[in-house]
């Protein structure tokens, strides 16, 4: 069964802090891990996403850090805000050319930026 | 554009009972999915379609079905409401990996 396992359940950091949210899966098919980001009453929205080709990929204060061998991938918030405060989903997709791309996602992290 | 739109926002049935959700995009996106999200579970795929007329099962797709007969909307058909039913339903559009999310419809079976 394809799974994508998600840890912490719940995060809450500092304001200025770090926030670290770790994914990891088992299916070596996977070619493309997205992280989500979802606020209260909201559809999830793509933060950023990352190919098994880079090892790390930044957009602003999000990073994903990529650990092929392990089958790990990482999201680190850098200066987290208040406004960051939201549900992190990881994700990943396997989808081969001709295929229906279908995500499957980890089980979320919900993370408090307190001030 | 105003993306993946979705109907109703909020849903009460009784047990037995019937309802379509309705998703529409205006992005011709070719794939467009259905997910339940339940609290701690993450989002699991229902259905999900690759064009007009093509659809396939997801990973939970027991009492639900779906049709797709335009590019522009795939609703989802709850025959039988059953409380397992109880959840928030996503509707998204993709034109491939990313995947554009409806704002949702949270549904109640009593």
């Known amino acids: 069964q394809q799974q994508v396992k998600q840890s912490p359940q719940s995060l809450i950091v500092q304001k200025g802090g770090i926030s670290i949210i770790n994914c990891a899966y088992e299916?070596?098919?996977?070619?493309?891990f997205p992280w989500y980001q979802q606020f209260p009453g909201k559809g999830p929205a793509l933060l950023i996403a990352i190919r098994p080709d880079v090892s790390e990929k930044k957009e602003g204060r999000f990073t994903i850090s990529f650990n092929k061998s392990a089958k790990q991938f990482s999201l680190h918030i850098m200066d987290s805000q208040p406004g960051d405060s939201a549900t992190y989903f990881c994700?990943?997709?396997?989808?081969?050319?001709?295929?229906?791309?279908?995500?499957?996602f980890g089980t979320g992290t919900r993370l408090q930026v307190t001030l | 554009n105003a993306g993946v739109t979705q109907t109703p926002k909020f849903r009460i049935l009784k047990i037995g009972q019937s309802m379509t959700l309705q998703c529409a995009q205006d992005m011709n996106h070719n794939y467009m999915y259905w997910y339940r999200q339940d609290p701690g579970m993450g989002l699991k795929l229902i259905y999900y379609?690759?064009?007009?007329?093509?659809?396939d099962k997801g990973e939970v797709p027991n009492g639900y079905n779906v049709s797709r007969s335009t590019t522009e909307d795939f609703p989802l058909r709850l025959e039988l409401a059953a409380p397992s039913q109880t959840s928030v339903y996503f509707c998204a559009s993709s034109p491939y990996n990313e995947q554009f999310f409806g704002p949702g419809t949270r549904l109640t079976v009593l």
């Open positions: 299916n070596t098919a996977f070619d493309y």
């Open positions: 994700a990943a997709d396997g989808a081969t050319t001709g295929t229906a791309s279908k995500l499957t």
């Open positions: 379609s690759v064009g007009a007329g093509i659809t």
